[in-house]
């Protein structure tokens, strides 16, 4: 099944808050995007290997790409759409979309979700969608929250496991990232000798870790 991730743009990858407007600091007619704001979304395409992104926002997709491409985004080719435009509320946009495409998970990144799940427009389901606050943007808990419902990991914090590479590459798969340096290695040998040292392994869902610790 096909992972979504549909991307709203103004108070998620920028700031609009009253203190700090993202607009205000940049060239006048350019389209701000906040550096730490668009690493935190390739910290969650870098953990959900399968996903792909819908842009949801009054921004365009052409728009977004150039601007991404002039910050070096990691995964330009992973941007593949954007919702249809006739309807006003972005909740209809959504489900106008997946109406043609129903086979596929999906999370909304929304600043404004009145208008997806509230007053404006109740008619995404409120568990898909996750509120950023516009006066910071994207943040750490709402980054890890995506990867955690996409990659269905909510039930395994704090699991404890044998330390091997079998458990060590799984846990990869699903997004998780050691705590300590691995050997860059091809050599399962080399991996179990690495893995020998450490007596327990345990999951961390605050930062998707892997705890290797000593007993």
């Known amino acids: 099944m096909n992972k979504i991730l549909f991307l709203d743009v103004d108070g998620v990858l920028n700031i ?3 203190t700090y407007h993202s607009h205000s600091y940049t060239t006048l007619g350019t389209d701000p995007i906040e550096p730490h704001l668009a690493n935190r979304l390739e910290f969650i395409l870098e953990r959900v290997p399968d996903l792909e992104i819908i842009v949801s926002s009054s921004w365009g997709t052409k728009q977004l790409i150039r601007k991404l491409e002039q910050m070096r985004f990691k995964y330009i080719n992973r941007i593949v759409g954007r919702t249809p435009r006739t309807k006003q509320h972005r909740g209809e946009q959504i489900l106008d979309w997946l109406k043609v495409n129903p086979e596929c998970d999906y999370t909304v990144l929304e600043d404004e979700i009145a208008d997806v799940c509230g007053d404006k ?12 606050d516009m006066d ?11 990867v955690i419902r996409l990659n269905k990991l909510s039930k395994l914090d704090g699991y404890m496991c044998d330390v091997n590479s079998d458990n060590y ?4 798969d699903l997004g998780y990232r050691p705590n300590v340096a691995v050997p860059m290695t ?9 893995f020998s040292m450490w007596d327990t392994m345990s999951l961390d869902n605050d930062n998707l870790t892997m705890l290797l610790e000593k007993d």
């Open 16 to 18: 609009m808050s009253s």
């Open 136 to 146: 910071e943007g994207l943040s750490h808990i709402n980054t890890i929250e995506t």
């Open 186 to 194: 091809d050599s399962i040998e080399d991996f179990e000798l690495f």
């Open 121 to 132: 427009c109740n008619i995404i389901p409120k568990d898909y969608v996750i509120e950023v």
């Open 169 to 172: 590459f799984k846990f990869m």
